[in-house]
């Protein structure tokens, strides 16, 4: 049997700094503030690995679009239909990750 493959440990600076995040001018992911208004729950808030959904003081959410990793896992989480549309960046925009 093969030996299992060992990867080195890498910090999470060091992980970032193989990820480029190419901004396209239109969010890919768009946040209905009057939907979210109702939220109890604020998954987005808690689930989002990159921290990127802000509460706002009028009970909204803002999305900080431009360091999404594009997991989708906003989408998922969220339990207010039609308060997150998430589609793709367009072409050549959205993250990069390349190998150290």
């Given at each position: 049997?093969?030996?299992?493959?060992?990867?080195?440990?890498?910090?999470?600076e060091s992980r970032m700094d193989s990820v480029e995040f190419r901004i396209a001018e239109q969010a890919h992911i768009v946040v209905d503030d009057r939907i979210?208004?109702?939220?109890?729950?604020?998954?987005?808030?808690?689930?989002?690995?990159?921290?990127?959904?802000?509460?706002?003081?009028?009970?909204?959410?803002?999305?900080?679009?431009?360091?999404?990793?594009?997991?989708?896992?906003?989408?998922?989480?969220?339990?207010?239909?039609?308060?997150?549309?998430?589609?793709?960046?367009?072409?050549?925009?959205?993250?990069?990750?390349?190998?150290?």
């Open positions: 049997m093969a030996e299992p493959t060992h990867y080195p440990e890498l910090s999470f979210c208004a109702d939220c109890s729950t604020r998954g987005c808030v808690v689930a989002c690995p990159a921290n990127l959904f802000v509460p706002t003081a009028a009970g909204g959410i803002l999305f900080n679009y431009e360091q999404c990793f594009e997991c989708g896992t906003c989408y998922l989480v969220c339990n207010e239909e039609g308060a997150i549309s998430w589609s793709y960046p367009e072409g050549g925009h959205g993250v990069v990750f390349h190998r150290s």
